[in-house]
């Protein structure tokens, strides 16, 4: 019952949220609710066996369809970081005001229950529900609670995500009919065999919705004006967790389903990858905006997990298995510190911005450390999910790693101009009078600052954690 409890636990809280009017109620409703769902999380994850983490339910016998979760490797460790960044996010977040709060935290409670439906789902139709229950709080998110550009924004997500759903949706009804039992559980998708060109045309079908997700190259231009219209709660769920639903779903459904169209494509979809590595990382160097320079960022380090994933190479998994962890307490970790200027000083310009180390120190040393982090530096927690992942990419082919491999300098240039721009220097009239940030956000950020490092000396517990998933897709 622990995968049930684990998506039922913020659905409910998060309907019951929406009628909780007082004002600071629902706030304290939505941080309970996160931490009980993180608790039962921790208990199955941690103390029960392994058949106690699946369920199988009727739920539309007629179509072929079982209410079914399953929780491997790989989905443990997406379900671990979904319940950890919840309440950091709200406790990160808790001084901020938002108008019908109690609208706004319902529907983040309920974007929490469709994301780890996402991750537990061992059918194609539960996992379609649930990919819709996690993106629909998002539409309204952004377009109600963000900023001026809102409206444009969303239609624009809702274009790109409503074609990839619908793509993916006829994919899947492809599969079920063309199942032997006319199922639609993964281990009867598994098992279908398609002919060469069908299963290449299928393909896209998936692989479109998958890159609209993560997002890669040339389907990524939704996601930096979403992610700085939309408030930086909802932008952090966004960036932390959302963007894994893509690269999850490519591991367990895409290369499994279609494995010789994935070897087909492999060069292709490598190709666009690093393509977006350079061009977002590219972008990123000109930017004045703390929350535009992060979102491209992030569309790099996607680039890189979904080219490992493409090499079909065991230790290249391996380190998209731990960077899909470390990536969201990474970019959650910046997302906090640029909503802390933001709220504190109104602007998120680095032309505007200068001298912060001045006024607060603790808030500079914290946000090094996440910068640090992103670059990758040798005993951060990125390190060694970076040197799997490039590892793998020079085993499949040298010249692809190489052109990759620049992003790591173009990396390094964005971040530490950053850094510079809003740490040093003299402080300026906007900073002048800055004050450090609330204990609140340095406990949290302090836990944060504590994964990087201990992931970064030893981040063997989610290699063991995800070998499982590696070795059922990869080791014949």
């Not at 809280?13 to 996160?34: I, R």
């Not at 990160?92 to 229950?113: I, P």
């Not at 994301?115 to 309204?140: R, T």
Request: proline fraction near 4%; charge should be neutral; charged fraction near 10%.
């Amino acid at each position: 019952m622990i995968p049930v409890l684990l998506i039922l636990i913020p659905l409910v809280t998060g309907l019951v949220s929406f009628f909780l009017k007082q004002p600071g109620t629902a706030k304290n409703w939505a941080v309970l609710s996160s931490l009980v769902t993180l608790a039962v999380a921790m208990v199955g994850i941690f103390f029960l066996p392994a058949n106690q983490l699946a369920y199988d339910a009727s739920w539309l016998p007629d179509l072929g369809s079982r209410f079914t979760l399953m929780t491997d490797g790989m989905g443990k460790m997406l379900c671990l970081l979904t319940v950890v960044s919840f309440p950091v996010v709200f406790i990160a977040t808790y001084k901020n005001e938002y108008s019908n709060a109690h609208n706004f935290y319902g529907l983040m409670l309920l974007s929490q229950a469709g994301l780890l439906g996402v991750f537990l789902a061992a059918d194609a139709l539960v996992f379609y529900f649930f990919w819709e229950l996690a993106l629909i709080p998002f539409y309204f998110l952004c377009s109600i609670w963000g900023g001026n550009k809102r409206i444009a924004v969303t239609f624009k997500f809702f274009i790109y995500t409503f074609i990839g759903s619908l793509l993916m949706l006829a994919g899947i009804l492809y599969l079920y009919f063309h199942s032997a039992d006319h199922s639609f559980a993964i281990k009867s998708f598994y098992h279908i065999k398609l002919a060469a060109k069908t299963e290449n045309l299928i393909f896209w079908l998936f692989f479109v919705a998958f890159a609209i997700k993560m997002p890669i190259f040339p389907f990524h231009t939704w996601q930096p004006d979403a992610y700085e219209q939309s408030p930086t709660a909802t932008t952090m769920v966004m960036s932390g967790i959302m963007v894994k639903m893509g690269i999850f779903a490519v591991v367990r459904w895409l290369i499994p389903v279609f494995p010789n169209a994935s070897a087909h494509y492999a060069n292709l979809v490598i190709i666009l990858s690093v393509t977006g590595m350079l061009y977002a990382s590219l972008i990123a160097i000109r930017q004045d905006d703390i929350k535009r320079l992060i979102a491209y960022s992030s569309i790099a380090h996607i680039g890189l997990m979904c080219a490992a994933l493409f090499s079909l190479n065991k230790t290249g998994w391996e380190g998209v298995m731990i960077q899909m962890f470390n990536h969201g307490v990474n970019v959650i970790g910046l997302w906090i510190v640029a909503d802390v200027i933001e709220q504190k000083l109104g602007t998120r310009k680095f032309s505007e911005l200068g001298g912060l180390a001045q006024k607060a120190p603790v808030m500079a040393i914290l946000l090094v450390v996440m910068a640090l982090a992103n670059i990758a530096l040798p005993l951060t927690n990125a390190f060694i999910g970076e040197f799997l992942m490039f590892n793998g990419l020079f085993q499949y082919n040298m010249v692809f790693a190489a052109v990759a491999g620049i992003s790591v300098i173009l990396a390094a240039v964005y971040t530490l101009n950053m850094v510079q721009k809003v740490l040093y220097g003299n402080t300026v009239a906007t900073t002048e009078n800055a004050t450090e940030m609330s204990g609140n956000v340095q406990l949290v950020l302090i836990v944060l600052t504590i994964g990087v490092i201990v992931l970064g000396v030893y981040p063997q517990p989610l290699i063991d954690l995800t070998k499982d998933t590696v070795n059922a897709i990869l080791v014949k």
